[in-house]
Every structure is written in structure tokens, then in C-alpha cells.
């Protein structure tokens, strides 16, 4: 499908046309999610989205396949965004490395996150916590929080990109931005961001809506038009 009017240069934009047609003819693969978060929004675009994890996506309906994530990776996808697990990667277990690493896990962690990184996707995101594949892979090329994207809380996230533009966010009114993405930063508690509190793991891991949304207003336009 060609996109009048939008070029590599404003597709930080959000798509002015409501368009559900915008990634007709595109299928991208939302790799380790299984809440529905990013994969509805790009499937809203009108993207062939799909979602893919070990467990069941919390929404029903969704394009959802359940299992393992090499068993569709080459399946003709035109763009991927992946969420690997963060368990035995991210410096908040650092204290567990050394068990981690003696029994292997670590190990395994890092060559599946090297394994998405690697697949032949035209377009490709990983997200992942502050961790060890700065070391192991390379920096990322983004680091956000989801107070950037509207959501009020702190939680520092690394993006690594492949063939895709860093999330653009305005902290505050410039020449060429009236319109400001951050709020604040949200309650810390005892050190900690308060809503790390008032949710289990599973919904710890969940992409934050604002998040959710700039990866779809932004990446859908990249994907659809580079």
C-alpha cells in the first residue's frame, strides 16, 4: 500500500487519517506477548498482526499463535517487535548471576534473545530492561520510559532497533512542538516505582499503553513507508 504524504521524516507523527488501511498488505509478528498490548493497536492499522508466547493471549480473539516462537519466526514476517524474556538478563537479578550462569539458564536466555536478533526480518525491535545484552549483543539504541509516552510512571527500558526510527517523545513545548508527551514520573516508594507494587509479575511485564500506542503511530508509519 502506498501512504501519501508521509515520509521517514514526520512518521513520528500519529497517522491524521484514523486509518485502518495504513499496514494493508504487512504482517508483523508480535514475538513473547500474550496481553494484546501492542498487537491490537498494529492490528487496528490494519496490519496482518500477529501475537506468539508460550501462553494463551489474554484476549480471545486475537491472531495468537501459542508455542514456540522459532516455529513461525520465518514465516514471511515484514516486521517484528519482541519482548524477551528479561528473567535472567536484567541487572535487577544480578545478585543470582553466578547460579544463573553455572546452571546454564543465563546462557540460554542470552542465545534466544540473539536468536531474535538475528532472524531475517526487514524490520526488527527488541525490548528488554537494563541488562547484560549491552554487553553481549550490543547498547541499544534507545532507552524510554513510559512517562514519556503519557503513562505516570518510571521504568527504564532499552530498545534495540533494526531498520526502524528511535520513539519520539517532546518533554516540553519547542519550535516545532506544542504538543508535550511526558508527564510526571509518577510516586517512588521506599526507592521503587510505586506501580511495581500493585501488580504481579505477569502484569509487570506488560507494555505500558502509551508505549503500546508510539510503537504503533510510529513503526507503523516506518514500516509501512521505508
Excluded at 498482526?49 to 508460550?54: E, Y
Excluded at 520465518?74 to 536484567?90: V, Y
Excluded at 546452571?103 to 541488562?131: T, W
Amino acid at each position: 500500500m502506498k501512504v501519501e504524504n508521509i515520509t521517514v521524516e514526520n512518521m513520528h507523527i500519529r497517522p491524521p487519517f484514523g486509518n485502518t488501511m495504513l499496514g494493508a498488505g504487512f504482517r508483523i509478528l508480535i514475538a513473547c506477548e500474550e496481553s494484546d498490548e501492542v498487537r491490537s493497536r498494529f492490528e487496528a492499522y490494519g496490519f496482518d498482526a500477529w501475537s506468539c508466547d508460550i501462553q494463551p493471549n489474554r484476549n480471545p480473539r486475537a491472531k495468537h499463535y501459542q508455542g514456540n516462537i522459532f516455529d513461525i519466526i520465518s514465516d514471511g514476517w515484514d516486521a517484528m517487535i519482541a519482548f524477551p524474556p528479561c528473567t535472567h538478563l536484567a541487572v535487577s537479578g544480578a545478585a543470582y548471576f553466578k547460579q544463573k550462569q553455572e546452571s546454564g539458564i543465563q546462557q540460554e536466555a542470552i542465545d534466544f534473545f540473539l536468536k531474535i536478533a538475528n532472524a531475517d526480518i526487514k524490520h526488527i525491535a527488541i525490548e528488554n530492561p537494563v541488562g547484560i545484552m549491552s554487553k553481549h549483543f550490543r547498547k541499544p539504541d534507545q532507552i524510554i520510559h513510559p512517562y514519556y509516552f503519557g503513562d505516570e510512571a518510571r521504568k527504564k527500558t532499552c530498545l534495540w532497533l533494526k531498520n526502524l526510527p528511535p520513539l519520539y517523545h517532546v518533554k516540553e513545548p519547542n519550535l516545532f512542538e506544542s504538543e508535550v508527551t511526558h508527564v510526571s514520573e509518577g510516586k517512588i516508594v521506599n526507592g521503587y516505582p510505586a506501580w511495581m507494587f500493585n501488580n504481579d509479575k505477569k502484569h509487570r511485564s506488560k507494555t505500558f499503553p502509551g508505549t503500546a500506542q508510539a510503537m504503533a503511530d510510529q513503526w507503523g508509519v516506518a514500516i509501512a513507508c521505508t
